[in-house]
């Protein structure tokens, strides 16, 4: 571990808190309907995300959508966002995102205002 700086995983913890608020801002604000979520099978968006890292910058892939199982009003709000060589997340529908790879892991960041990579 010598010579790595802490920073990524801040980062990346940063980011998942971030990311953790945005959606919670997006689910139902009273106690009734988060008692009795109605969940079913639903298509969000996909959304390829460029990326860059330890063998030079990837294109966005490109994939059709993604199935999930989540309350349906809930999933009207998100996407499905993923770099080529990373795991990909769910986020609010219209937010930016980019993804980094190397031999230390892969991070995928989304953000509601543009990422200049």
Known sequence: MGGMSARPEKTRFFGTVVLSLAICS??????????????ARVTLPFVGCKSDGQVGPLDAPTE???IVQIDPKLAQKLAYYKP??????MAPRGWSCFGT????GDTTFVTPEPIDS
Do not use: F, R
């Open 26 to 39: 997006l689910c139902p604000c009273s106690a009734q309907e988060a008692a009795t979520p109605k969940i």
């Open 64 to 66: 059709a959508e993604m």
């Open 84 to 89: 080529a060589n990373s795991s990909g997340v």
């Open 101 to 104: 790879y190397g031999s230390g």
